[in-house]
T-cell receptor, first 117, second 110 residues
Framework: GAGVSQSPSNKVTEKGKDVELRCDPI?????LYWYRQRLGQGLEFLIY????????KSGLPSDRFSAERTGESVSTLTIQRTQQEDSAVYLC???????????????FGDGTRLSIL | GEDVEQSLFLSVREGDSSVINCTYT??????LYWYKQEPGAGLQLLTY?????DMKQDQRLTVLLNKKDKHLSLRIADTQTGDSAIYFC??????????FGTGTRLQVFP
């Protein structure tokens, strides 16, 4: 079946512009996560959605970052007034359920490489 | 907060075993994962272990967990050039975040 799909795969934009990144999770996955990967670094958690619960936004680095999710499907990550330090790969992941002792591994998309000029 | 650390580089000869190490700070019971990232791609889940286990083997992969030392390792037997990639260890943090190490770049040479 299809994996996690992200678009666009690459995005180049000028400083100060807004960008919108899209994630299509695996069908049936209730949990969805966004991470940021700066060049040569590990992944930083940004936000996650679980069903109809309020999202955990604790990783968003500033109020220029926001994310939405429609039900248990598509999610968009929006960065307003982009800065050069926003340049990174933005990775989306999904899993069947969230939390608890049960293990439901996160499956990742290929990411969107964002470059701010 | 939780901190996960890895060495940055590892270079091995094809056919040898590779051992990638990871240390963490929080000893709470949870899952620990190994992911592989090839150039321009997302993360591929390789294997995982729950913190009440000491070892898990899956074909060429062996995960060892030393809870006392908070040390996790991934051993790849008979390393091939196709194993060249960045390997991330990650620790699940309640409720469901993953805390990642900085990644270890494995280079396999003939």
């Amino acid at each position: 079946g299809a994996g996690v799909s992200q678009s666009p795969s690459n995005k180049v934009t000028e400083k100060g512009k807004d960008v919108e990144l899209r994630c299509d999770p695996i069908s049936g996955h209730t949990a969805l996560y966004w991470y940021r990967q700066r060049l040569g670094q590990g992944l930083e958690f940004l936000i996650y959605f679980q069903g109809n619960s309020a999202p955990d936004k604790s990783g968003l680095p500033s109020d220029r970052f926001s994310a939405e999710r429609t039900g248990e499907s598509v999610s968009t990550l929006t960065i307003q007034r982009t800065q050069q330090e926003d340049s990174a790969v933005y990775l989306c992941a999904s899993s069947l359920v969230s939390g608890g002792v049960s293990n439901q591994p996160q499956h990742f998309g290929d990411g969107t490489r964002l470059s701010i000029l | 907060g939780e901190d996960v650390e890895q060495s940055l580089f590892l270079s091995v000869r094809e056919g040898d075993s590779s051992v990638i190490n990871c240390t963490y700070t929080d000893s709470s019971s949870t899952y620990l994962y190994w992911y592989k990232q090839e150039p321009g791609a997302g993360l591929q889940l390789l294997t995982y272990i729950f913190s009440n286990m000491d070892m898990k083997q899956d074909q060429r992969l062996t995960v060892l967990l030393n809870k006392k030392d908070k040390h996790l390792s991934l051993r790849i037997a008979d390393t091939q050039t196709g194993d060249s990639a960045i390997y991330f260890c990650a620790k699940k943090q309640d409720p469901d975040k993953l805390i990642f190490g900085t990644g270890t770049r494995l280079q396999v040479f003939p």
